[in-house]
């Protein structure tokens, strides 16, 4: 009876001392030579077992689909079916605990997390990894709900209330908003009125007491509902460059969340940023802004804050950095006539750690610059580098003349992307593929994406040469290797975003592409190919899963490397991984798998 088992490793991390003490007493060791069928296809399981020492390799016919290694469990989904669906063969001599079928089913009627973590599908194994860390998980105030917060109750006032009246409202009850009514339109307009009107309303010189105060409301607020997070909430006041936000459920006014109540509740400073952002006079006071989003990104991974809501606030912040640096590079004359824009990950809100530039600026038919525009653009890359956002080794950057170039110009580019489909113009339609407009005449940016639309749609030989780099991430050659390679390092490490997130990414790109589907985030675009019916609802959740999985692997290694003064390089050892993450690896690529046949299929790659 073994009193080593290890009681760390996935999913017996989850068990009780009663339940421990269970395994114990059923386990048993067994040995199997290199090289023989531990489990056969179609045979019935009476033992899960779990490696010691060894490797053991799960066949799909002839084909390797997955490897287990020490601390590893298998065939936990053959043992609750009754029947091995695949071959489990011993890679090199393997010494493995045994643990008995009647033990293994007694500790899932016992123990629902321990059953989802040992044979449900991603989904649930994601759900029962966060319900066994929902303790931890609760520490994150970004993941409460709006309504956790103070909300300040409601205080009506009629559109053509002065605003010396208002002003005596705000003194007696001891307030800094309220909200206006005006009864004139149909339905009824709310908006809200602040301490800050009062002083646009002092330099109107209109006397205070014959001023309306619907005159200066804004009828326009940014509402949130009290089930939102406040997280979301937070995001939107950065986005939407506000400090309150009207709370409503439906029709029903609940009252006025104030960024300085947020305060009081969340335990990161993202909204302090995004202010020093804002107020930043000179790059050098931006800098000092943009140094502590990555100290925010650390403090929100160690509280549980979910990597979706990490990469939402990142990407807010960053835009708001980005923008806040051009006003104050760039002339008047050139912010008006253009448009800056992000891509790749930065583009779709995907990017959590500073990674290199890629960004473009399109300019406005016959405009010419008031100043030097080359200088200006260096300007810009240089400073984006000294925040600590590297040179992009592809010279994807404003600071490059093909990547800042006129609507007519850009949408000749695209005609060329179209037409001739080469390694390079496939390169560039899948970077620009990923732009978001950061500040500017926003609709430039919609006129080249349109023109691109128009000149891809219904190209099904281009679509299956675009799409075809899902199959060819690992071959010495062609475009896409082009692309991946960017700035590689060529360490050892398993390069998560080969094998994982560029299919994957990539094949909801292609997709996105074949619908013009003018989404850029690739939650976005898989949520409207499930809507539109391209993509199975089970099969889009689960990629989802998948690449939030891919990000906080990305990050907590990438955090790792900053504790220990190394560069992020972007790289996993899988060695360092626990059980359960790589249990959820394995789980992940086989999403991975999955849907590069899909696509395979909808894109008929098997004739290229």
Known sequence: MPSAFNFTASPFDCLTPEQRRLVQNHVDIAYFPQGETILALGAQPSHLFVI?????????????????????????????????????????????????????????????????????????????????????????????????????????????TSILDVVKTFQALRIN??????????????????????????????????????????????????????????????????????????????????????????????????????????????????????????????????????????????????????????????????????????????????????????????????????????????????????????????????????????????RLWSVTASPDSLMELAIFLDAHAVCGDTTLLEEVRNAMFDLTFGNDAMLARFAAAIHFFGSSQGWWNRLLNLGDKGDDQLDLKKVGIFPLVHGVRSLALAQRLTEVSTVARIEALVAGGKLPDKLGADLIDSLHFFMGLKLKAGLQELDTGRAVSGGIQTEKLSSLDRDLLKDTLGIVKQFKALLSQRFHLEAL
């Open 177 to 414: 908003a309220v909200l206006v009514r005006d009864s004139r339109t149909t339905p009824v307009s709310v908006g809200i009125f602040t301490g800050m009107g009062v002083q646009k309303a002092v330099l109107r010189g209109t006397p205070l007491d014959q001023l309306a105060v619907g005159e200066l409301a804004n009828f326009s607020p940014i509402g949130v509902r009290p089930s939102d997070l406040i997280g979301d909430a937070l995001a939107s006041m950065i986005k939407h460059k506000v400090r309150r936000l009207l709370v409503a459920d439906g029709e029903q006014i609940i009252g006025i969340l104030e960024a300085l109540d947020l305060f009081g509740l969340l335990s990161n400073q993202s909204y302090q940023i995004n202010e020093h952002i804002l107020a930043a006079q000179d790059l050098e006071a931006l800098k000092r802004a943009g140094v502590q989003t990555t100290r925010l990104i650390a403090l929100l991974h160690r509280n549980g804050t979910k990597v979706s809501l990490i990469a939402r606030l990142v990407q807010e912040l960053n835009l708001r950095l980005f923008e806040r640096a051009w006003h104050l590079i760039a002339p008047p004359d050139l912010v008006a006539n253009s448009c800056l824009f992000v891509m790749g990950s930065e583009g779709r809100g995907e990017q959590l750690l500073k990674t290199d530039q890629d960004n473009g600026l399109v300019l406005r038919d016959g405009y010419v610059c008031s100043q030097d525009l080359a200088a200006v653009c260096q300007r810009f890359s240089d400073a984006l580098a000294d925040f600590g956002y590297p040179v992009c080794p592809g010279n994807i950057m404003v600071s490059n003349p093909h990547w800042r170039q006129s609507v007519s110009d850009f949408r000749q580019m695209a």
């Open 52 to 160: 010691i020492k060894g490797y053991v390799q799960q066949f799909d016919g002839n084909e390797v689909v997955t490897t287990y290694g020490p601390d590893d469990s298998f065939d936990g989904r053959g043992l609750v079916a009754g029947k091995v669906s695949s071959r489990f063969v011993a890679a090199e001599e393997v010494v493995a605990y045994q643990l008995a079928k009647q033990a293994v089913s007694d500790l899932i009627a016992d123990n629902a997390t321990f059953g989802a973590l040992l044979f449900s599908d991603l989904s649930n194994k994601l759900s029962a990894l966060t319900s066994r860390q929902s303790q931890h998980e609760l520490q994150s105030l970004a993941m409460a709900r709006v309504d956790a917060a103070f909300i300040h109750p409601p205080h009506f006032v009629d559109a053509g």
